[in-house]
């Protein structure tokens, strides 16, 4: 199965860039829907994009036009470029790998450790 490490995230003011990565070891990207989530303090889990065969990309409403993902089959790796952050997308961010079953996705059972992102 597939093992995913987050090194990254930081402090940015707001207005600014962050790019997020997750390195995938044990087997690669593409045979999985990978994806980002992020929980703010003192909410719920919730997602923020994904990227399925390596076209296929979904962002939540609240990202849209500000966030990219991507994905990087040679180097196993999956990213997540964030623009224009704002004090509200302070959250620790996780990505996650949920086996593909043809055009569709399983949950979510693969998980980073999740890298912190503060927006100020």
């Known amino acids: 199965h597939v093992q995913l490490v987050e090194p990254g995230g930081g402090s940015v003011q707001a207005g600014g860039s962050l790019r997020l990565s997750c390195a995938a070891s044990?087997?690669?990207?593409?045979?999985?829907?990978m994806g980002w989530l992020r929980q703010r303090p003192g909410k719920e889990r919730e997602a923020v994009a994904g990227?399925?065969?390596?076209?296929?990309?979904y962002y939540a409403d609240f990202v849209k036009g500000r966030f990219t993902v991507s994905q990087d089959v040679a180097r196993n790796t999956m990213h997540l470029r964030m623009n224009n952050l704002q004090p509200d997308d302070t959250a620790t961010y996780y990505c996650?790998?949920?086996?593909?079953?043809?055009?569709?996705?399983?949950?979510?059972?693969?998980w980073g450790q999740g890298t912190q992102v503060t927006v100020s």
């Open positions: 044990g087997d690669s990207v593409k045979n999985y829907c």
């Open positions: 996650a790998a949920a086996e593909a079953h043809g055009s569709s996705c399983g949950d979510f059972g693969f």
């Open positions: 990227i399925f065969g390596g076209e296929t990309t």
